[in-house]
């Protein structure tokens, strides 16, 4: 007998429980943001709309099914079962943070707070959980496939991302690294910089295209399904020995990035994970393109 599935809901901590863990009570809280110019009662009027989001997506689990709740700073923790569908309830940028962990399971994106997110992933109102629940547990969903980007270390660390890996410095200081194609016929190029960014369709809403705005580039942003990817080099400073000829371009189908660190210590991070992050040292080598892996997110 097989298991029923079981309903994973993913939701973040919000700023109001953040403002209370930091001081102590409601109107301290208040006192410290009036101080500021601010007013605690949007932040709270935020927080309570979440909040009911979230009792409703739970209450519409179907009770024949079993139910786990995992927050966001908790995921790289949490142990998803093949079964699970994940609901995802709150921003975009919370269905993002969960991408890397979920390896092809079904995700539902719900609105926590309508009017002030986008949509693009969390396309979905909570009173519309129940009907989304029972299609993807029945297999009857519509998803789409969502291009996913993949960083790959020589020592086989892996790391996923929906919208972006970044790679360089953990702090202010320059990367340095050859870069180029993954291709020994064609030279890698030294370069110091403010780090590498690689990003798919989706993440080209994001920090992508704020890249190519700020330097008016002229590469075309890949759609959020399309088998492409797109990267930049940030803030690359030419000298005698480092290069900048090598700042964008596009990936297609399995086209690689290959990057050899010349730092004592890079990192690389997806989708502003900076907890969940690839660690490499001298001379390791980490190649980036189109993962196989995609977010299979309900239309």
Same mark, same amino acid.
């Given at each position: 007998?097989?298991? !029923?599935?079981?309903?994973?809901?993913?939701?973040?901590?919000?700023?109001?429980?953040?403002?209370?863990?930091?001081?102590?009570?409601?109107?301290?809280?208040?006192?410290?943001?009036?101080?500021?110019?601010?007013?605690?009662?949007?932040? !709270?009027?935020?927080?309570?709309?979440?909040?009911?989001?979230?009792?409703? $997506? !739970?209450?519409?689990?179907?009770? @024949?099914?079993? @139910?786990?709740?995992?927050?966001?700073?908790?995921?790289?923790?949490?142990?998803?079962?093949?079964?699970?569908?994940?609901?995802? $309830?709150?921003?975009?940028?919370?269905?993002?943070?969960?991408?890397?962990?979920?390896?092809?399971?079904?995700?539902?994106?719900?609105?926590?707070?309508?009017?002030?997110?986008?949509?693009?992933?969390?396309?979905?109102?909570?009173?519309?959980?129940?009907?989304?629940?029972? !299609?993807?547990?029945?297999?009857?969903?519509?998803?789409?496939?969502?291009?996913?980007?993949?960083?790959?270390?020589?020592?086989?660390?892996?790391?996923?991302?929906?919208?972006?890996?970044?790679?360089?410095?953990?702090?202010?200081?320059?990367?340095?690294?050859?870069?180029?194609?993954?291709?020994?016929? $064609?030279?890698?190029?030294? @370069?110091?910089?403010?780090?590498?960014?690689?990003?798919?369709?989706?993440?080209?809403?994001?920090?992508?295209?704020?890249?190519?705005?700020?330097?008016?580039?002229?590469?075309?942003?890949?759609?959020?399904?399309?088998?492409?990817? $797109?990267?930049?080099?940030?803030?690359?400073?030419?000298?005698?020995?480092?290069?900048?000829?090598?700042?964008?371009?596009?990936?297609?189908?399995?086209?690689?990035?290959?990057?050899?660190?010349?730092?004592?210590?890079?990192?690389?991070?997806?989708?502003?994970?900076?907890?969940?992050?690839?660690?490499?040292?001298?001379?390791?080598?980490?190649?980036?393109?189109?993962?196989?892996?995609?977010?299979?997110?309900?239309?």
């Amino acid at each position: 007998m097989s298991l !029923a599935p079981r309903a994973v809901l993913v939701h973040r901590t919000s700023e109001y429980e953040e403002l209370l863990a930091r001081h102590g009570t409601h109107g301290q809280a208040a006192f410290f943001l009036s101080s500021r110019g601010r007013d605690i009662e949007e932040v !709270a009027q935020r927080h309570h709309r979440a909040r009911r989001a979230f009792a409703a $997506v !739970a209450a519409a689990v179907p009770p @024949q099914w079993r @139910q786990a709740r995992v927050e966001r700073a908790d995921l790289d923790r949490f142990l998803f079962a093949p079964e699970d569908v994940v609901v995802v $309830v709150g921003q975009d940028g919370l269905v993002a943070n969960a991408a890397k962990y979920l390896a092809g399971r079904p995700v539902i994106g719900i609105d926590a707070d309508p009017g002030r997110n986008p949509g693009v992933l969390v396309r979905h109102r909570a009173a519309d959980a129940g009907k989304l629940l029972r !299609a993807a547990g029945s297999g009857g969903a519509v998803v789409d496939e969502l291009t996913m980007v993949e960083a790959v270390a020589d020592d086989t660390q892996r790391l996923l991302a929906l919208n972006e890996i970044y790679l360089g410095s953990p702090g202010h200081q320059s990367a340095r690294y050859r870069l180029g194609p993954d291709d020994d016929s $064609v030279p890698a190029e030294a @370069q110091a910089s403010s780090g590498v960014l690689v990003g798919t369709g989706t993440g080209a809403t994001g920090w992508l295209r704020s890249l190519r705005q700020e330097r008016g580039s002229t590469l075309p942003l890949p759609g959020p399904s399309d088998p492409l990817l $797109v990267w930049y080099v940030r803030e690359a400073w030419p000298s005698p020995t480092t290069g900048t000829s090598l700042v964008e371009g596009v990936l297609a189908d399995a086209e690689r990035l290959r990057l050899t660190v010349e730092s004592d210590r890079l990192v690389a991070f997806g989708d502003g994970m900076e907890n969940d992050a690839l660690v490499l040292t001298w001379g390791q080598t980490v190649r980036l393109g189109r993962s196989v892996t995609s977010l299979r997110l309900l239309d």
